[in-house]
């Protein structure tokens, strides 16, 4: 069996009671973008990783202002 289970989302909405969920699931960690603001509930869930996707933001406006290709940046 699994010795450790990660979840990843996009979009971490965590309505309702999904925070507590996790809190109290099995999973060692979901990590999560932040594409969309945390609720404080979240923010203080210590199973509960951030990555930003700011930088990948960023480079794919700039890329798309000065008509660069995009795609190599998800490859």
Known sequence: GAREISACCTHPVLSGNAVE?????NLKEVIVT???PLSEQAKECG???VLSV???L???????YYNESVS???V
Do not use: G, M, N, V
């Open 21 to 25: 969920k996790i809190k109290r699931s």
């Open 34 to 36: 932040d594409t969309i």
């Open 47 to 49: 199973k509960i990783t």
């Open 54 to 56: 700011a930088s990948l």
């Open 58 to 64: 960023s480079e794919a406006i700039r890329r798309i």
């Open 72 to 74: 190599s940046l998800f």
